[in-house]
């Protein structure tokens, strides 16, 4: 059984060696926070979802042909789609449990995961990760200063 971290690594693991196969620079949009899944009852799994983007691919069958071979050679489960001739898919579900896409759409290439939902307490594991980044308000309102308290009594 996949611990938490664990499937964390995994999900990006999946979207780094995805995106390496295919090359180039890319946008990242990894959460650190995870997100809720169910295993057994409700709310009693922890899944991480990521993405990455790439502009101006104009390889599209080569790219998709490489996807498709790496991901078939992971022994993942493939799904080819298109739904015009300036587009083309994968979906695919790994052995894990992770689902992946592939996308190219007009030279835009992108890559998703959904990882692996492994038992977990996802609300613990998010505020226990949440407690460890940065104030995401703290660009707009500053740094809080600190307060005193009866152990500590202001500066003066």
């Known amino acids: 059984m996949m611990t938490p971290d664990q499937a964390r690594a995994r999900t990006h693991e999946l979207l780094e060696n995805t995106s390496n196969v295919i090359g ?4 990242i949009e990894e959460s650190p ?3 809720q899944c169910n295993i057994v009852g409700k709310d ?6 990521g993405r990455r983007r790439q502009d101006d691919r104009a390889d599209m069958v080569e790219v998709t042909d490489r996807v498709l071979t790496y991901w078939r050679g992971l022994g993942f ?3 080819p789609y298109s739904y015009d001739k300036e587009h083309r898919g994968i979906s695919a579900v790994t052995p894990e449990g992770a689902s992946v896409y592939f996308s190219i759409d007009l030279g ?6 959904s990882g692996p939902c492994v038992e ?5 594991i998010r505020k226990a990760i949440a407690a ?3 104030d995401p308000y703290e ?3 500053g740094t809080p200063s600190p307060t005193a308290t009866a152990e500590s009594p202001p500066d003066e």
């Open 120 to 124: 977990g307490d996802w609300l613990s």
């Open 24 to 27: 180039g620079d890319w946008a």
């Open 44 to 49: 009693d799994g922890v899944f991480w979802i």
């Open 132 to 134: 460890t980044l940065p």
């Open 77 to 79: 489960a493939t799904k």
């Open 108 to 113: 835009r290439v992108g890559i998703d995961v």
């Open 139 to 141: 660009e707009y309102y």
């Open 33 to 35: 926070l995870p997100e």
